[in-house]
């Protein structure tokens, strides 16, 4: 390994997902996490991989990681959701539509982010450094460095990527501003419970929709795998999302966990069905979070003029909205193409990030699309791409 490393800004999937591959391809890296370790906050919430994003998880692992990997998702019978009326307890018309959900064997795969994480950094410790709060990155003769908060900078590499999510100050920096994250105005709070309280629930992937809030609509996804249901060790995790105005955060603060979040998501679903309570009755108030629901420009990922030596993967490039589950399905194909690329070129060379960012951007854009027509229909967002980004 005697090129200069590949510097990696952010420790998530995409980012852990790419460490992987250069380290298949024996391409040296370095990866810069702001968080304190892998289990600084929660990291609750379970992720669905649809095929394409299993395809590009099994491109980069080899055979038997990828069979680890496998064995670890839940499956869950089924192909698509089950939906009710929340108060009612009535099956939704919109059951009819018949949206698949299957990716493997006609199953639902799903991981949790952390444990997803966890399998991704195996054999790259190493390289991970923590309370790397990177700020963005100065271009030398012939690499990059990574500027870090406290003003001190990485070694000398020969390529940065931003794989640092939504808020990426690489991504600011490497499109002139051209990226934005716009703010949809929908709300979310993610919760925790023990197994036993979805006992009423059944087997499943499961919408609950509440439309008697003056506001719209709140609803709520949540995946109950039969073969984790008798583990007392296991808690199974919910998302509570209501359009605009529905879901608020005291004094507008949206990083506010704990009690508060727990509160606000026990007294919004009190009119539910005793069916559906434990969920909130017995739910571990500490991992209770808000969540602000972002989205980049719908129309897709921005033109910037390619700067080889700095690029980006993941949320950094493109975050979407929870509808259609597919951000960090998207984020692993960008691993993939570029630690692809990457290995046949041996490293960083001319017309790598050309090549990446001109492939991203097609089916990148397309996601983004996808998501956001359905959370327009969904959570009745609407951004208006001349306003104020965040
Ligand atoms: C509740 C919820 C449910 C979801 N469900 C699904 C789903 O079912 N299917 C799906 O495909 N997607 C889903 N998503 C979206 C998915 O989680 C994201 O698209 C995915 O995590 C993006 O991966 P990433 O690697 O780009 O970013 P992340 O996984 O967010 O990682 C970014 C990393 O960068 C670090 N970082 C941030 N700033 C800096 C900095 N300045 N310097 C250094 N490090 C930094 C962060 O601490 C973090 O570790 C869901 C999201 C949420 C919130």
Redesign the pocket.
Known sequence: MTQKPVLI????????LLARSLLRSHIAFQV????ASIK??GQG??????SE?LDAIESVLDPEAFQRFYDRCGKTGGSGFAGFDAVTGELLEENKMGENLGSREGKIV?IA?GDM?SLFMEGCEEYVHFN????GYELTDDGIRAIF?DGTKSVEGSLLVG???????VAKQVSGGRLKVYDTGAR?I?GQAPTTAFKGLGEGVFRLVDDTKLEGRLSLITNVRPNDMDDPNVEFGW?LAGVPGVIKAPNDDYTIIGKTAAEIAKSLTAPWLPRFKPLFDNMVESEAAF?KITCSTPSGVPDWPNEPRATL????VH??T?AG???????VRDSALLGRLLHEAGGNKDGVTAAYEREMRVYASEAVAHSYAMASKQMKVHIDESSQAV
Do not use: C, Q
């Open positions: 800004s952010g420790a998530g999937l995409a980012s852990l810069f996490e702001r968080d600084f906050r919430y379970r992720l669905r991989l649809s994003g799903g982010r994480r790397k709060h990177v700020k908060a794989g640092d999510g939504s808020k990426s100050s979310g993610h998302t969540w993967i993941g949320d950094a975050s979407m929870p589950g597919i951000g960090a399905n998207t984020a």
